[in-house]
C-alpha cells in the first residue's frame, strides 16, 4: 500500500479562503474586524518566525492584528498588567502569549489570567475542561486542526482505535479529548508506555506528538491506519523531519501527514478560525 499523503497547506488554503470571506461580508456591512493581539517576549528566534506567520496569515483573511514585544527581562507584573488590558479592550477578540517564556516567568499563571472568551489557543483551564465534558469552548488550534484533517481524508473516528503518542498540554492529552468526543476509542501513550509498538500496531489512527525525530517506526504502524504526525523537529544535517518515520509508515498507512506541509498549516488556520469565533461571540456576527 502507498498512502494519500495528506496536504494540510491545501486544506488550511481552503478553510483560511472561507474565513477571509466571513470577515469581508461583515466589515462590507459596517462591523468591526476581529481583532488578535499576541504577545511575543524576547528575542526567541523560533517563536518570531512563528509570530510572523500569524502576522501575515491575519492580514491576508482581513483580520487586525497587534503585536507586543516585551524586552525578556519584563517582569511578570508587567506582563499580568498588559494581559488585564487587552482582556478589557473592545476591539480585542482574541489574545496569545507566544511560548515558550523566558524562565523567570510564571507561563501557567500568565495563561490562566486571560479571559477563557479570548483564549484563542485554548489552552486555559476552563477551555481544557469544557472540551473534557463535551460541551467545547475555544479548542486547542493543532489538536482541532487534525480532527480537521482527518474529516478531509473521510475518516469517520467512530468506534475507531485511535492512539495518541505523546500526553503533552498543548498536545497529547486536548487531542485525546478531541478524539473522544468524536467517538473513538482512546489510548493516550506517554514516556513510561510499557510496550509502544504494541499500543501503535493496534490503531486505526495514530497521532504522534512526541517532539522526537522519527520516534515512531514505520513497522509499528498498522496496514491501512491514519497516521498523523505533530512533531517538527530540525536533524543535524538541517533538514525538518516529524515524529514519524515518514517513508516506511507511508508504505503501510492508508493516509498520513508530511512534515513540513501536514499539520502545521492548520495550526494557523484554527487560530484564526477561533479568532473569529471569539469575534462572533463578542459582536454577535
Ligand atoms: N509555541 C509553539 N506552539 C505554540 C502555540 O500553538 N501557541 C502558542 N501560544 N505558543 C506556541
Known amino acids: 500500500m502507498s498512502a494519500q499523503i495528506i496536504d494540510g497547506k491545501a486544506v488550511a488554503a481552503g478553510l483560511r479562503d472561507d474565513l477571509a470571506q466571513q470577515v469581508q461580508h461583515a466589515t462590507a456591512a459596517g462591523q ?6 499576541v504577545v511575543l517576549v524576547g528575542d526567541n528566534p523560533a517563536s518570531q518566525v512563528y509570530v510572523r506567520n500569524k502576522e501575515r496569515a491575519c492580514a491576508q483573511a482581513g483580520l487586525h492584528s497587534v503585536k507586543y514585544t516585551p524586552a525578556a527581562d519584563v517582569s511578570q507584573a508587567e506582563l499580568e498588567a498588559l494581559i488585564d488590558e487587552l482582556n478589557a479592550r473592545e476591539d480585542i477578540d482574541g489574545i ?21 472568551t479570548k483564549d484563542v489557543d485554548g489552552f486555559h483551564p476552563d477551555n481544557i475542561g469544557r472540551l473534557l465534558q463535551k460541551r467545547p469552548g475555544l479548542r486547542p488550534c493543532t489538536p482541532y486542526g487534525v480532527m480537521k484533517l482527518l474529516e478531509a481524508v473521510g475518516e469517520d473516528c467512530t468506534g475507531k482505535r485511535a492512539v495518541v503518542v505523546g500526553a503533552s498540554n498543548i498536545v497529547g492529552r ?3 479529548m478531541e478524539l473522544l468526543l468524536a467517538n473513538a ?8 508506555t510499557r510496550d509502544l509498538a504494541a499500543e501503535v500496531g493496534r490503531a486505526d489512527i495514530v497521532v504522534a506528538g512526541v517532539g522526537k525525530p ?3 517506526r514505520g513497522d ?11 512533531g517538527i523537529n530540525r536533524t543535524a544535517a538541517g533538514t525538518l523531519v516529524g515524529d514519524v518515520e515518514f517513508e516506511a509508515a507511508a508504505r503501510r498507512a492508508r ?3 508530511p512534515v513540513p506541509g501536514g ?10 478560525h477561533n479568532t473569529l469565533s471569539a469575534w462572533q461571540a463578542r459582536s454577535g456576527g
Do not use: K
Not at 106 to 116: F, G, M, T, V, Y
Open 255 to 257: 493516509a498520513i501527514t
Open 220 to 230: 509499528w504502524v498498522r496496514e491501512g491506519a491514519v497516521v498523523i504526525d505533530v
Open 174 to 176: 486536548p487531542m485525546a
Open 214 to 216: 522519527e520516534f515512531v
Open 96 to 116: 496569545l502569549v507566544q511560548l515558550p517564556l523566558p524562565a523567570h516567568l510564571d507561563s501557567e499563571a500568565l495563561l490562566d489570567r486571560i479571559d477563557p
Open 185 to 192: 476509542t482512546v489510548t493516550i501513550c506517554n514516556s513510561r
Open 32 to 37: 468591526r474586524p476581529p481583532g488578535l493581539a
Open 263 to 272: 499539520v502545521g498549516p492548520m495550526t494557523i488556520a484554527m487560530l484564526l
